[in-house]
């Protein structure tokens, strides 16, 4: 079994300061952790993924995420925020070994960017 | 490379008609194809999970007589809502899984969703 729980439904920040969404997972397999994007009615876009190699992942648009075995998390910064970087994010799971390649979603975060 | 596409972005039509929603991967071939409901403010729900060439499966608690799917070509699956009713206005998204070539197993790449309403 696996599950995501990202830990703020709705963060603010002001444009220029730092950015960090939270996550915790569970999975009884090796998991593969992603981190997707949405913006309003519109589709989702991966910005990165951990798939067991280097633990500090860094994606698209200047973010960046480090998997913490240790403390079951894996959570999505950005040093900077940006007035587009206001949107929905998706912490995922799902197992990276054979077998089920099922996603889980956590509840997704809101981020709002103040100017 | 990897682009999902769909077709309608929105539709609206009335109450017990039913509504056909496609979804392509456009330059890969997808052995696998997911269908997920969003409601507003909350998290993408697993609908069903359909293979190139056979019956789809469906997530419990998700009617497989109401959300007909068909998966008959590497590049195309289709979502029917039969006899649509406002209970079953969302955003529908589609995704695919190349299943071949570098791609890790469970890389899925995501279509940029329908929004059905129904009135």
């Known amino acids: 079994a696996q599950s995501v729980t990202q830990l703020d439904s709705h963060v603010s920040v002001s444009e220029g300061t730092p950015v960090l969404l939270r996550c915790n997972y569970s999975s009884s397999y090796s998991p593969s952790l992603f981190w997707y994007v949405q913006h309003p009615n519109k589709g989702l876009q991966l910005l990165l993924k951990y798939t067991s190699a280097a633990t500090l992942v860094k994606g698209i648009n200047g973010f960046e995420a480090e998997f913490k075995k240790s403390e079951t998390s894996f959570h999505l910064t950005k040093p900077s925020a940006h007035m587009s970087d206001a949107a929905e994010y998706f912490c995922?799971?799902?197992?990276?070994?054979?077998?089920?390649?099922?996603?889980?979603f956590g509840k997704g975060t809101k981020l709002s960017v103040i100017p | 490379g990897a682009v999902v596409s769909q077709h309608p972005s929105r539709v609206i039509c009335k109450s017990g008609t039913s509504v056909k929603i496609e979804c392509r991967s456009l330059d890969f071939q997808a052995t696998t194809m997911f269908w997920y409901r969003q409601f507003p403010k909350k998290s993408l729900m697993l609908m069903a999970t359909?293979?190139?060439?056979?019956?789809?499966?469906?997530e419990q608690g998700v009617e497989k007589d109401k959300f007909l799917i068909n998966h008959a070509s590497l590049t195309l699956s289709t979502l029917t809502v039969t006899s649509a009713h406002p209970e079953d206005s969302s955003f529908y998204i589609c995704?695919?899984?190349?299943?071949?070539?570098?791609?890790?197993?469970?890389?899925?790449?995501f279509g940029p969703g329908t929004r059905l309403t129904v009135l």
């Open positions: 995922v799971v799902s197992p990276s070994g054979a077998g089920s390649y099922q996603l889980t």
């Open positions: 995704s695919a899984r190349t299943g071949t070539g570098g791609a890790p197993r469970n890389e899925q790449f």
């Open positions: 359909s293979n190139e060439g056979s019956k789809a499966t469906y």
